[in-house]
């Protein structure tokens, strides 16, 4: 069983930065594809950028393009949200997953339900 814990999270004003990792406890971390998803009060959970197992491929949903990086770190079992530009609608709770088959195609990497494990959130709150 993978487990994922998220750090990093908290309060930043609009238009400052927040750095997110997320520490996976699985030696074979390498071989997961990885995403970031976020859930805001009364809201689905939305798909906002992903990785895949070498970090040689990424997707990212429109609404952060260009303000937003994923990365990792496959000796240190981390993943990482850098977060540039916050807007005070990117205040939700942000979610890492993993999942070690995922085929990694933009439709299936932006997918919540296709992802075996998840992280506990770490709440990010922008304020305007």
């Known amino acids: 069983q993978v487990q994922l814990v998220e750090s990093g999270g908290g309060l930043v004003q609009a238009g400052g930065s927040l750095r997110l990792s997320c520490t996976a406890s699985?030696?074979?971390?390498?071989?997961?594809?990885m995403g970031w998803f976020r859930q805001a009060p009364g809201k689905e959970r939305d798909f906002v950028a992903a990785?895949?197992?070498?970090?040689?491929?990424?997707y990212y949903a429109d609404s952060v393009k260009g303000r937003f990086s994923i990365s990792r770190d496959n000796a240190k079992n981390t993943v990482y949200l850098q977060m540039n530009s916050l807007k005070p609608e990117d205040t939700a709770v942000y979610y890492c997953?993993?999942?070690?088959?995922?085929?990694?195609?933009?439709?299936?990497?932006?997918?919540?339900?296709?992802?075996?494990?998840w992280g506990q959130g770490t709440q990010v709150t922008v304020s305007s």
């Open positions: 990785i895949s197992w070498s970090g040689g491929s990424t």
């Open positions: 699985e030696r074979t971390f390498s071989t997961y594809a």
């Open positions: 997953a993993a999942d070690p088959r995922l085929s990694f195609t933009r439709g299936v990497a932006s997918t919540p339900r296709l992802y075996n494990y």
